[in-house]
């Protein structure tokens, strides 16, 4: 293993039981790593898993089968897990996609971004903490006079420029955004994502990106990989994906993303895939870094 | 020159709350002909929900039409009474939401949902309001109608949930249809199904449609033509093609250049500073103006008016007027070849 990737994941499964006729495969065998600095981006439709990828590399649930390895260490064995606790906690972070129900409404802006660094003892002082917080406001593009506001007060931009800043506070090596801008305007979405991207720059954390949104995951990623009930159907570099998609699910994806320009998009034909279609086999490497569900 | 089945005229919409007057439709007028799909376009809070509501009259008590008309195909329902409304709604008029299971009463089957609707506005038999049901599930691309008939909303996924919400919208054959963010909670794939659907029975049956939307990518898809809003008014309305290829406002201009399909790699995406105005206490002039980059002296004090570019594209901004000075415009939308 090169010591250049900070998130392995191998082989991951999260089965979720329902009762003795039922299990669902939430994710059945996913396989990546991504790499320091690296913007990963993960796409699929709803109930594809790409939420269960995030909150299982989180620990929020535990993994069935599989692994994880989190600069080097087996997060996914629960002895490793708590013996790092305080590290993974400090160094992995997530946004969720509804800053509403994500942020606390009755703690202000301020407790909000101070409670993680409180909580991990990574400022004690009264000034140090001052100071970080203006800090981590201005990064996020909020000034001072938010800090006494509560959540319900500001509009869905800021909140989510909240939540950015507490995932920030800790500085950590990795951030996982699942779905960060959907649920915001397009004028906003933009500013959100620029905001992401000199952050990525200037913090050179490495990034989980998790969107439907394939628009913004070209703008915005590194790599790809393409999700299809639990399973990676192809994952490759950003470029290379869009401009040469292989496994036919990718391309009835890229062929229903809407364009904004009429006279393109009235004639468009879509490519329509059954998804109940087989979707078994392996990944393989078909062209360097390029793998496709076979 | 066909009369159109649905016309407002200076409408103005206030709510009154206890901080005051909340204008959310400012003095809008448009029209909408038989068989026309029609996109508002426009960031939350920019009146376009409360606009079309008002038509349906499905706004709460506190809100009341200030000045203005709607004229439904030639009468002007804006005086009309909740028993007048009643008659209306579902057969003249309809509107399908963006959340389908929250439309859905989840412990009745569908097909009983929408005879319902079918027994309520015509003299038919059960039997044959069932029969009309099928075909209308049939319409909207289900597949196996008779079955999926007496089944409940939760076995069907959400893209089927949507087209049963749309099958009992179009049960009672009603001449305009509100889509009010109707695909945005669909997958992509789903979602493309849909608009292609929509298309295809507008063909079908003449009907109109306002199609509710804050998604360019899908409005480029299925509107004949765009109005775009802003905080309450309409800001440019013209043919898809005139709004999307030679766009005037430039708030459409900041909407275009935002999109990140129109960014060029490796250069930051272009997005509008600011945020939409409060409209308990909209601004004087042009409510645009403080976000916008070429703003001039005049638009902080008056707002401006309609300015007709072409018999069909008008839009509201001071750089239209004759003394406004020449300004190129951020970006040149490209058209793309043809697929």
């Known amino acids: 293993m090169s010591t250049a990737d900070i998130l392995r994941v191998d082989n991951l499964k999260q089965h979720f039981y329902i009762n003795k006729n039922l299990t669902i495969r939430a994710v059945d065998g996913v396989t990546f790593q991504i790499n320091q600095g690296e913007v990963f981006g993960l796409v699929g439709e709803t109930g594809s898993g790409k939420s269960t990828v995030a909150r299982t590399i989180m620990g929020i649930n535990m993994a069935t089968s599989g692994e994880v390895y989190f600069k080097g260490r087996k997060i996914s064995e629960k002895k490793i897990y708590k013996q790092h606790k305080k590290d993974i906690h400090r160094n992995m972070q997530i946004i969720f996609q509804d800053s509403a129900a994500a942020l606390n409404p009755r703690m202000t802006v301020e407790q909000i971004i101070a409670e993680p ?26 000034d001072n006079t938010f800090r006494t506001k509560y959540p319900p007060e500001i509009s869905g931009g800021q909140r989510q420029r909240v939540a950015i800043a507490r995932a920030l506070s800790t500085s950590p090596d990795l951030i996982i955004a699942d779905e960060p801008i959907a649920s915001l305007d397009v004028s906003i979405q933009a500013q959100i994502v620029n905001l992401f991207q000199s952050l990525q720059r200037e913090h050179q954390f490495s990034f989980l990106f998790i969107a439907h949104d394939l628009s913004i995951i070209k703008y915005i990623c590194d790599r790809v990989a393409v999700m299809l009930e639990g399973r990676f159907v192809e994952m490759a570099a950003t470029k290379e994906l869009f401009e040469n998609p292989l496994h036919p699910y990718t391309r009835s994806l890229l062929s229903a993303v809407p364009v904004p320009d009429p006279i393109y998009e009235k004639s468009k034909i879509l490519l329509n895939y059954d998804v109940r279609s087989k979707n078994t086999g392996r990944m393989i490497e078909v062209s360097n870094e390029h793998y496709v569900l076979q | 020159m066909t009369k159109p089945v649905l016309q407002l005229v200076n409408l103005s919409i206030s709510f009154d709350t206890p901080q005051g007057e909340v204008e959310a439709v400012r003095d809008v007028s448009l029209s909408l002909n038989k068989g026309e799909i029609l996109a508002l376009v426009g960031e939350s809070g920019c ?293």
């Open chain 1, 117 to 142: 660094l409180k909580v991990n003892r990574i400022i004690d002082s009264k000034n140090g903490l001052r100071e970080t917080l203006e800090r981590l406001l201005l990064e996020v593009g909020l």
């Open chain 2, 47 to 339: 009146g376009k929900t409360v606009m079309s509501q008002s038509v349906l009259k499905l706004l709460p008590k506190t809100s009341r039409i200030k000045q203005g008309q709607i004229i439904v195909d030639g009468d002007d329902i804006t005086g009309y009474k909740e028993k007048q409304m009643r008659k209306l709604r579902g057969s003249v008029l309809s509107m399908v939401f963006q959340d389908p299971m929250t439309t859905l009463n989840p412990t009745i089957p569908v097909g009983k949902q929408i005879t319902e609707s079918i027994l309520k506005h015509e003299k038919v038999s059960k039997e044959q309001a069932r029969q009309q049901a099928i075909e209308m599930l049939n319409l909207v691309g289900i597949n196996n109608p008779e079955y999926m008939f007496s089944l409940q909303p939760h076995f069907f996924s959400g893209g089927m949930r949507q087209r049963c919400v749309l099958a009992i919208a179009l049960a009672s054959n009603p001449k305009v249809l509100f889509a009010d963010e109707a695909t945005t909670a669909l997958d992509v794939t789903v979602q493309a199904r849909m608009l292609d659907l929509l298309s295809d029975i507008r063909h079908q049956t003449g009907i109109a449609i306002v199609f509710i939307s804050h998604d360019l990518g899908v409005v480029a898809r299925i509107a004949d033509r765009v109005a775009v809003m802003y905080a309450g008014k309409i800001v440019e309305i013209g043919t898809a093609e005139e709004v999307f290829y030679d766009p005037r406002h430039p708030y459409v201009w900041g909407l275009m250049s935002a999109l990140p399909s129109r960014a060029r790699e490796g250069e930051a995406l272009t997005s509008i500073p600011g945020m939409p105005p409060i409209m308990l206490d909209p601004p004087r002039g042009d409510a645009f103006a403080v976000r916008n980059q070429f703003a001039l002296e005049i638009d902080y004090r008056e707002a401006p008016p309609m300015f007709q570019i072409s018999p069909t594209h008008s839009a509201a901004t001071w750089l239209l007027d004759e003394r406004a000075p020449e300004i190129m415009p951020p970006i040149l939308p490209k058209r793309r070849a043809s697929a």
